[in-house]
């Protein structure tokens, strides 16, 4: 199976590529290495995910990234830089590639910044995919798993959330573009025939996790003496999903669409296991046996009280099993923290 993965190089993504590669599959990644985080770190995972060494020390964006495609390329394996709004490029690919599977990860993510960003979400968001269903339309690539949020429940009161729960009312610019994926989504399986899960991730963590997400901002203030931004009382909370039990998840809904036709499916993916940010920051104290230095703040705008995933329709559907509980998964990333 030839998969093309879009954010191929981001976090969830180079997992993915990562055990997609390992299992036998073609790859093609496109990753616009935005300047969201460090591109040097996509970089870094590009190789990891590809089973390379980093061949060479970073010098320039431009030139760092041609060598990433240059060395880590193979028959089973390409990187293409460019972005999902570039609907030309994009053709190209699907063009001489032809690709089985589609599998889209990239986008802008965070709360906080698409408050002050609202636009640069919407054309990323949703014109960025809306580009690709059109190609998928097009070029006759009929499946296709999608990552949406958790953060379309927005305020939602009702726990454990279920996918049947109504998700009409989101609190930030980042939910609302990705509940308008999921509605356009549909659309282009009711017209075109395109067989589709949307996959509502929980908080996902885990080694290469993005720099700027709690676990691995506190991880690393903590480990440096610094002070750590902790917003309100320490009583919101999340569903922390282990970055395996994402990856397993997201094939297990390549595998079932394989299997079955005429599916359009909004999935729950999380660990159904709520962690306030008091129990989240001293796990990670635990593991790095020092204390923080809080810098207590007003809660943010955007930000909801608790995340809590229903996984039942995972369990039944899928054969969705997470296997990491919180304080393992924990132990995990600070391991990878400290040696990295």
């Not at 496109?30 to 300047?35: K, L, S």
């Not at 020390?57 to 060395?71: P, V, W």
């Not at 949020?149 to 939910?175: H, I, L």
Request: charged fraction near 25%.
């Amino acid at each position: 199976m030839k998969y093309l993965v879009t954010g191929g190089s981001g976090f969830i993504g180079s997992h993915l590529i990562e055990q997609l590669l390992n299992l036998g599959h073609s790859v093609i990644n496109i990753d616009n290495f935005d300047d969201f985080y460090d591109y040097r770190i996509k970089i870094s995972n590009t190789f990891t995910s590809t089973g390379k060494k980093l061949p060479f020390t970073f010098e320039s964006r431009e030139k760092d990234i041609a060598r990433a495609i240059k060395y880590t390329s193979s028959d089973r394996y390409s990187l293409w830089y460019l972005d999902i709004r570039n609907k030309e490029a994009l053709a190209e690919v699907f063009r001489t590639q032809k690709p089985d599977f589609v599998i889209h990860l990239a986008a802008l993510a965070g709360v906080r910044p698409s408050i002050e960003r609202p636009l640069d979400y919407e054309e990323v968001n949703i014109r960025g995919t809306m580009n690709i269903w059109e190609l998928c339309r097009e070029f006759d690539v009929r499946k296709f798993v999608c990552a949406s949020s958790s953060s379309v429940y927005g305020s939602n009161e009702k726990v454990p959330f279920s996918e049947n729960d109504p998700v009409d009312r989101p609190v930030s610019p980042y939910a609302a573009t990705k509940r308008c994926g999921e509605i356009l989504g549909h659309v282009y399986h009711h017209l075109y025939k395109i067989d589709m899960i949307q996959l509502r991730f929980f908080t996902v963590y885990g080694p290469r996790q993005r720099p700027d997400l709690a676990i691995h901002k506190f991880t690393r203030l903590i480990s440096e003496g610094r002070e750590v931004p902790f917003y309100g009382d320490g009583s919101t909370a999340r569903d922390y999903t282990y970055i395996d039990d994402i990856v397993s998840g997201i094939l297990k809904a390549a595998e079932f669409l394989q299997k079955h036709q005429g599916v359009y499916e909004i999935v729950n993916l999380g660990e159904s296991q709520v962690i306030n940010l008091n129990e989240m920051l001293g796990t990670v104290e635990d593991f790095l046996d020092k204390k923080a230095l809080k810098k207590e703040l007003p809660h943010q705008p955007g930000d909801v009280p608790q995340t809590y995933a229903d996984i039942t329709k995972a369990k039944e559907m899928l054969g969705y099993k997470p296997a990491t509980d919180f304080r393992n998964g924990i132990k995990k990333f600070v391991e990878w923290f400290l040696r990295k």
